[in-house]
């Protein structure tokens, strides 16, 4: 018998039950998916840093990353348990019932999740397992597998019976490890496609209202067409589609306005709740603001800059009455995810924080936060741009951590200044002769006075800027440079609105983001 053969009954019979728990999740959407399940455990109880790492290995596909490393861990396993099920079954059934166990708890977790659907999603998946696990194992290890009877047929063939079911023939295991296999990818294909469904984006008849504050851009500024052009320079405002998007939701919360509540409460005068009519019946403004995520590494793209619609944060503070010990204001999403930002960075005039109905003069898209979400200039999204709000609570850094402080992240968290090289890109071959050197640079919301250019560890050179827009957004910048035969390295460092130059000390994105300059290798011919 080969050894492979009961490893792949192993893998098979784990794969099956991995796609049955699937099936009955977009079926049922309360029962929970047990990959996306763990997949959450498994965020939740991350270590300090880890989240930086897995964010630099796979950026944005860091939620499939790692689905795709559940599953595979999950299969190896299985193909461990087959092998130990030729001579004890019993401890093979045992572990897949543990494995099965592990997403019903961790489904438990979810709040959108009912126990009863997900406890009959777990015996649905363990009964899979296991009882195709004995089968696969008898079919691997053929007429040798306990308990068999053997019967003869008239023209002698070996009919034995393994389990009460016939012994189709250790020839045949191959034959029907394919079958169930191919039908698992089927069934658990349809079950996420059908889970997923309940993160579509929101109807096409969904409107908002007009803000009656629209944003007004300086003189001289400009976002209909690029103020400066360099052939892949980032646009000043990054379409719906192209912005970046970091936050623990495997899948979207499925939170219509008709049904949306958000709440104030905490170290307030008196908690209130406001309906998505009650919203929006306070005065509507727009403001472009740059966002960034702490795990952006130095040139990273996790940063871009929108046109933002909704109310000011602070009118809907001052409808509950924050109390003088509330030092910090924590939203809340949907999904039970928190991030918390000082009161006194909230109440500061110089800055608008809102509560973001709309993107890009579309409602929010499903994924960015619809139908409500925070955006607050100058601090990073892990403790202020919360998606899918649903609460806002006012207390204290020393009574409450939110989501990412308890893994280690800062709890106070400014925007750094940065800057970044869009072209030409790294390893770029150029001709000698007049080169584009362009990228955009930040420092919400303190805004970007200068952008310098330096060659070769050379003098810094100042680059041309676009007229900015607002300081709580990016600017473009282009230094146009005579690039002569050879390698050279470039760098660019920006100067914040207060004077303050960008570090050249580099850092990690964890606990509170990466500091250096950003610089390219090019070779010229």
Not at 39 to 47: A, E, G, M, T
Not at 88 to 117: H, K, S, W, Y
Request: hydrophobic share 45%; with cysteine; net charge negative.
């Amino acid at each position: 018998m080969p050894a492979r053969w009961p490893a792949l009954a192993g893998i098979v019979a784990v794969a099956a039950a991995l796609a049955a728990g699937e099936l009955v999740a977009g079926i049922l959407p309360s029962a929970g998916s047990p990959i996306l399940a763990v997949s959450r455990l498994i965020v939740d109880l991350q270590p300090p840093g880890a989240k930086d790492i897995f964010v630099a290995l796979f950026g944005t596909a860091d939620k499939i990353a790692l689905q795709v490393i559940i599953v595979l861990v999950a299969l190896l396993v299985g193909g461990a348990v087959g092998r130990l099920a030729v001579r004890r079954l019993e401890i093979g059934g045992v572990i897949v019932a543990g494995f099965v166990g592990v997403g019903f708890v961790a489904a438990l977790r979810d709040p959108n999740v009912q126990p009863a659907l997900a406890a009959a999603s777990a015996a649905v998946q363990a009964i899979v397992g296991i009882e195709l696990l004995r089968r696969l194992v008898a079919l691997a290890t053929g007429p040798g597998a306990a308990p068999a009877t053997a019967e003869a047929s008239a023209d002698g063939e070996d009919t034995r019976r393994a389990g009460g079911m016939p012994d189709w023939g250790r020839r045949s295991f191959l034959r029907w490890s394919g079958v169930i296999g191919a039908t698992s990818v089927a069934a658990a294909v349809l079950g996420r496609g059908l889970f997923d469904r309940q993160s579509a984006p929101p109807p096409e008849s969904v409107t908002n209202p007009e803000p009656g504050e629209p944003a007004t851009l300086p003189e001289g500024a400009s976002i209909a067409t690029d103020e400066l052009t360099a052939a892949g320079l980032t646009p000043i405002v990054m379409p719906n589609d192209r912005f970046y998007r970091i936050d623990t939701a495997f899948v979207n919360p499925n939170v219509e306005r008709e049904d949306w509540r958000l709440r104030v409460t905490g170290l307030v005068d008196r908690e209130i709740e406001l309906t998505w009519d009650e919203l929006v019946q306070l005065p509507i403004i727009e403001q472009y603001v740059t966002i960034a995520c702490v795990s952006n590494e130095v040139g990273g793209g996790l940063v871009g800059n929108a046109a933002w619609t909704g109310v000011p944060l602070r009118m809907v503070l001052d409808m509950a009455g924050v109390r003088p010990e509330a030092d910090q204001l924590v939203g809340i999403s949907a999904d039970s995810f928190s991030a918390g930002m000082p009161v006194s960075w909230v109440m500061d005039e110089s800055r608008v924080p809102m509560i973001a109905i709309g993107m890009n003069g579309q409602p929010l898209p499903r994924e960015h936060g619809y139908p409500a979400r925070l955006i607050v200039p100058g601090l990073y999204g892990y403790v202020s741009a919360t998606k899918w709000l649903t609460e806002l609570r006012l207390t204290t850094f020393s009574d409450y951590q939110a989501f990412w402080i308890v893994r280690g992240w800062a709890d106070k968290a400014p925007i750094l200044t940065q800057s970044r090289i869009d072209v030409p890109r790294a390893a770029a071959r150029l001709s000698a002769g007049r080169v584009a050197v362009a990228g955009v640079a930040w420092a919400p919301d303190r805004g970007v006075q200068r952008v310098e250019v330096r060659i070769d560890e050379g003098d810094w050179r100042e680059a041309r800027i676009s007229t900015p827009i607002s300081d709580a957004s990016w600017v473009q910048w282009v230094y146009e440079w005579d690039a002569p035969v050879g390698n050279h390295r470039l760098e660019v460092r920006a100067t914040d609105g207060t004077g303050e130059p960008q570090t050249d000390r580099r850092t990690p994105s964890f606990p509170d983001g990466a500091r250096g300059y950003d610089r390219v290798d090019v070779s010229v011919a």
